[in-house]
Structure formats: C-alpha cells, structure tokens
C-alpha cells in the first residue's frame, strides 16, 4: 500500500487604502513602466484566492501617491483600473497527491497609464494596502484575522534619472513537495539594464507608511517561532542566488508567506525595488 504523498500549498506574497477584499488576496506585486514625460503606465497584480465563498474583486482600486519624505502632491490618488482576470495552472508536482477541492488561484492585473507625473523632487511613492491575510497561514500571526497586505513602488526624480522598475518574469509555484529540495525562479528583468540584487523581505501589514530620509518604512508582518524572512518554510535557510533563483527543503504542511525583493542600481546608486 503506497503512503500518502504530502504537499505543501504556498501562500504567495509577493507584500494604501485599506479595502474590504476579505481574505482572498494572497500576494501581488506593484511596478511602473517610464514612456515619456510625465507619461508612466502603473500595474498592480494581485493573485486572489477564488475558491467558493471568497469576496469578488472590485472593477478598480486606488493607489496612494506621496511626494519627498511623504509630502502630498498631485495627484493625491491614482485609479487603477481591472484590465484582465485569469485562472493560473494548478501544476501539481510529480510527488503531490491532488487535495479535494483543488485549490483555486486568479491572477488580476489592475493598470492605468496617466500624464501627470511631472519631475519632483524626492520622486514619488505609491502604496495600495488592503485587509486582510487568510487565517490559515502557517507561519505568520494573523490572530484577530486583521493583518493585511501593503504594495508599494518608488519613482525616482525624472530630471535626475528617468527609470522602469524590475519585473518578476515568472510566478513561483502553488506547490511544492513537504521535506524535499526544491527550486523556485524569481528572476526579474529591467527594461533599463540596471543591476539586480535580489534578498529576502519580511512582508508588510495594511499600515500606512512613514518616512524618513525619504525612504518609506511599513510595519512588517511577525513571523511565528521558527520562521524569518531567510527561513519563512520552517525547513532552514533558504538560499537566493544572484539571479534570483530559490532553493531549499521544504518543512511541513502548510501555507506560507515569503518576500522577495529586487533592487535595481545605477551607477553604484540605489534607484527603486520591486517587492512580491
């Protein structure tokens, strides 16, 4: 008699306005693309659990726009609008018995293209938040079931460096296989050719930011005991290579929350980050 095979479902995090999505958004990403000008196209992607009883997604959501050290500016708000929906692919690994039911997982992309990012000093930051994270999570207090999420994305000054941030390539699996290796590829490309650097990040709640020195801070997540932003499986240390490529040992059963950044530089300069 062949023993049940284990598999471990991952919580994608990818980690603004608080929004009632309930608890169905389980990581996303936030990037822009510079055109001309003052002309950038925004993208928010949010992967939804959509699963039966799960709230639906709204057509458009708003995006939080501060200045220099978190001064206002215009425009205060961005509308990103609901441009696409689509089911990704279970792909369950050779060595995974298939739940029942299976899970279900949506990728939305919100975007807008807007004209009215003219150059400003300390550039631009933008933030979407929402409430809140699935009580299920294996390695993340969600007690009280108010912990939320937080993406965020900095725009440089454009009469200093105009500037597109990294994009992920690729989404890392829904699952993965308890107490095996495994491999995940996060690489990211930029349009710009800047130089990638890639770690680990522990995920941020709802909160709005703070800012000092310009650089935005948000409250991160707290991890249960035994897990960290370089350990969020609870298998040991995992490794991210410089191309952005993820290995370890899987631990137990469970959903998990893990971050990963990519940073981009010019001429030995920090520019931006894209965070999932």
């Not at 990581?27 to 925004?42: E, F, H, R």
């Not at 000093?121 to 009580?135: D, E, I, M």
């Not at 001429?267 to 965070?275: C, D, I, Q």
């Amino acid at each position: 008699m062949k023993s049940r095979k284990h598999i471990w479902l991952i919580v994608l995090l990818i980690s603004v306005q608080i929004n009632a999505f309930a608890t169905h958004i389980v990581g996303g990403s936030l990037s822009y693309v510079y055109n001309w000008g003052s002309n950038d196209t925004i993208t928010l992607k949010l992967y939804r659990d959509c699963s039966s009883g799960t709230a639906a997604s709204p057509t458009n959501i708003p995006l939080d726009v501060k200045g220099n050290n978190g001064a206002g500016v215009t425009p205060s708000s961005i509308t990103l609008n609901k441009i696409s929906t689509t089911s990704l692919p279970t792909n369950l690994p050779p060595c995974a018995t298939a739940p029942s039911p299976l899970p279900c997982v949506e990728e939305i992309i919100y975007s807008a293209t807007v004209n009215n990012l003219p150059s400003n000093v300390g550039g631009y930051h933008l933030y979407y938040s929402l409430c809140c994270r699935n009580t299920t999570i294996t390695n993340v207090n969600t007690s009280g079931n108010n912990i939320g999420e937080s993406y965020y994305a900095y725009i440089p000054q454009s009469s200093v460096y105009t500037n597109s941030n990294p994009v992920f390539t690729q989404l890392p699996p829904l699952f993965i296989c308890a107490n095996q290796a495994f491999t995940i590829n996060h690489t990211a490309t930029d349009s710009d050719g800047d130089s990638l650097v890639y770690s680990f990040y522990t995920p941020y709640k709802d909160n709005n930011p703070t800012f000092s020195g310009n650089v935005a801070s948000f409250t991160p997540v707290t991890f249960l005991g035994g897990y960290s932003a370089g350990n969020p499986l609870g298998g040991g240390a995992l490794s991210l290579s410089s191309s952005g490529v993820i290995t370890g040992t899987a631990g137990g059963l469970g959903k998990y929350v893990f971050g990963v950044k990519v940073s981009e530089y010019r001429h030995g300069g920090l520019l931006s980050s894209t965070l999932r």
